[in-house]
């Protein structure tokens, strides 16, 4: 019922920059957070940023300061702006969706299928 679909991955070179957007669908009623997650290739997927309902934000400090999260509300998107690229931040980023009045029966944490994002030195 409740689809993420990312996309903006791809190839950039070191210092580049690279945006990703994530649009939920299906039956969406309260969404609590909207954010992004990544995982390496060998390693455990970690939070990149969040972003909530109210607007507040939350940034892993390996990103802050070079990535920035929005969201549109009416468009139930949330956006990844990634600058300053390094070779470090090369990982499968995932699109999450967390609901305050998830279906019942279902969760209330959603995940996109990932988009692949690459940096080269």
């Known amino acids: 019922q409740v689809q993420l679909v990312e996309s903006g991955g791809g190839l950039v070179q070191a210092g580049g920059s690279l945006g990703l957007s994530c649009a939920a669908s299906?039956?969406?009623?309260?969404?609590?957070?909207m954010g992004w997650y990544r995982q390496a290739p060998g390693k455990q997927r970690e939070l990149v940023a969040t972003?909530?309902?109210?607007?507040?934000?939350n940034y892993a400090d390996a990103v802050k300061g070079r990535f920035t999260i929005s969201r549109d509300a009416a468009k139930k998107s949330v956006y990844l702006q990634m600058n300053s690229l390094k070779p470090e931040d090369t990982a499968v980023y995932y699109c999450n969706l967390n609901l305050y009045f998830p279906a019942w029966g279902s969760p209330s944490d959603y995940w996109g299928q990932g988009t692949q994002v690459t940096v080269s030195a």
């Open positions: 972003i909530s309902s109210s607007g507040s934000t």
């Open positions: 299906g039956s969406i009623s309260s969404i609590k957070t």
